[in-house]
Nanobody, 126 residues
């Protein structure tokens, strides 16, 4: 059974960086697209980034483009989200999820993402 566990969240000041990790176990995810999502209090869950199988394509939401970088280490079944220049708008619970197909869609919708981790909290505050 596939399990995903996020880590690396925390509380930081605006302008600082964090690197989130998503470790998969019980299943090799190399052939699947993986996404990062976030949900702030009172808001809907939104797509942040998605990386296709083989890292052939990576998609970012407009709100994080140029600040966040998503990578994958298929040898170790881990996906990362490097988050730079964090601001208060990035405060949320961050989730990783696997898609049932190898590709991402440009809108990073929740459609097709079946397995989710429990999330890791990111708080950006001065």
């Amino acid at each position: 059974q596939l399990q995903l566990v996020e880590s690396g969240g925390g509380s930081v000041q605006p302008g600082k960086s964090l690197r989130l990790s998503c470790a998969a176990s019980g299943f090799t995810v190399a052939h699947l697209a993986i996404g990062w999502f976030r949900q702030a209090p009172g808001k809907e869950r939104e797509g942040v980034s998605c990386i296709s199988s083989g890292s052939t394509a990576t998609t970012y939401s407009e709100s994080v483009k140029g600040r966040f970088t998503m990578t994958r280490d298929d040898a170790n079944n881990i996906v990362y989200l490097q988050m730079n220049s964090l601001n208060a708008g990035d405060t949320a619970l961050y989730y990783c999820a696997t898609r049932t197909i190898p590709d991402c869609d440009t809108s990073i919708s929740l459609v097709g993402f079946g397995d989710w981790g429990p999330g890791t909290q990111v708080t950006v505050s001065s």
